[in-house]
Structures are given as structure tokens and as C-alpha cells.
């Protein structure tokens, strides 16, 4: 019940930033969907958030993901895939996932396809993108994207569903986030259904909101700060 509380009082103070960022900006917040990132935390407290009305969650690794998925198979959530994802396991994370935000390569684009396909839905993919081009984080380059675009938005059960970014640890966020508003811009003319913008975490989910992003990937300000990642 203690648990309920603290993820009840997390949740409601992101939701009202939202509200009011959003407000601040002209935005309906209607448009923006807040994915709350449950990786590290116990299926228990996905089981509680969907009791206060989360519908989005989000997840960084296949083993962990699949089995939460499983454990939650009675709560009707939509699973957001958001970490670096391996050629080996897309085909697997295509089985569960309903969006994948972390495409970054067109050796994935195989076997999320046919992973969705055996699965027989739909999957939407973000394309991440680096900022600043150090491939070593994750994101495809820039000028990358337009091909990746195409080869996402042509394969089978795939649904190009916009762009997203991990701000360059060394930039301000709002010059990420501007760049992240702008590349979207750019890939809207080619494919004028990839709308979406994944960006903003715990730290910068407000300057995110401000450039534009759709979809926020909010973990620690709704379940307590992760022990590190090994
Ligand atoms: C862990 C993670 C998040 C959430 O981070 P918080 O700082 O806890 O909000 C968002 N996006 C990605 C890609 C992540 O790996």
C-alpha cells in the first residue's frame, strides 16, 4: 500500500508538469503520451501503476521485458521498447512490443518485421537518431535517416511511427531537442505519417515537451531513482 502511495504521488507530479508545460506551450496534452520506463522495478509495481491508470510502459531489455509481459498479461498495457536493441533478440521483442523506439539500423529492420508479422500486428518504430554522430550510444547517423526511413516504412508490419533521440550528455537539452524538432521536420515531408517525437527522461521531459516531443520516457520521477545499471 506504501508503494501505491509513493508511485500514486510520482505519477501525479509528472502528469501535472505535463499538464502545465503543455498549457505553457499551446499544446493539448492529449497529443503527448507519457511512457513510464518500469526497467529494474518488479512486475508488482507495473501491476500498480496500471491500477492509477497507466496504460504506457516502458523497457530496456528483452529477458526483463518478456517475462514482466507475461506477468501482466491480464492488464490491457501497451509495451514501448527502449533500449538498445540487439540484431539477434528484434525478432523476439517484435513478438511482445507494440512500439520499439530504439531502431537505429537497417540490420534490424528483418527481424522486427518478421517477429511482428508472426505476431500478426503491427509494429511501430521510432528511429533513433544521434545527435552528435558518436555511434557508440546509440542512434543512427543523420544523414542516415532517410534511407532508414524507407526501409522501415516498406517493410511488413512495420509502421514508421516518427523519430527519437537520447540528448548528448555534454548539450543543453533544448539545443538537442531543437535539432530532434527539426530532423522530424525534415522526415515529415518524405513520410507525412511519422509525426512522432520520443524525447525527454526524467531530467529533461519539460524541455521536450516544449520542442514538440509526443511521447515521454519518464522512469525515475515515477518509481525512485534505479540502483546502477551494472
Ligand atoms: C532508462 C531510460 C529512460 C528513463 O530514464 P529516467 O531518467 O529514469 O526517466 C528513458 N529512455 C531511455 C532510452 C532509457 O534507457
Redesign the pocket.
Known sequence: MERQQELATGLEKVRSQVTTTCEDAGRDPAEVTLVV?T?TYPASDIRALAGLGVRDV?E?RDQEASAKVEESSDLDLTWHF??RLQSNKARAVARYAHTV??LDRASLVPGLSRGATEAGRTLRCFLQISLDGDPTRGGAPVKDIPALADAIASAESLQLAGLMA?PPVTWDPNRAFSDLLGASAHLIQQHPEATGISGG???DFVQALRHGATHL?????VLGQ?PPLR
Open positions: 520506463v526497467k516502458g530496456s527502449i533500449g523506439h530504439s537520447v527522461m526524467t531530467s520516457r519518464v522512469g525515475s520521477a534505479r
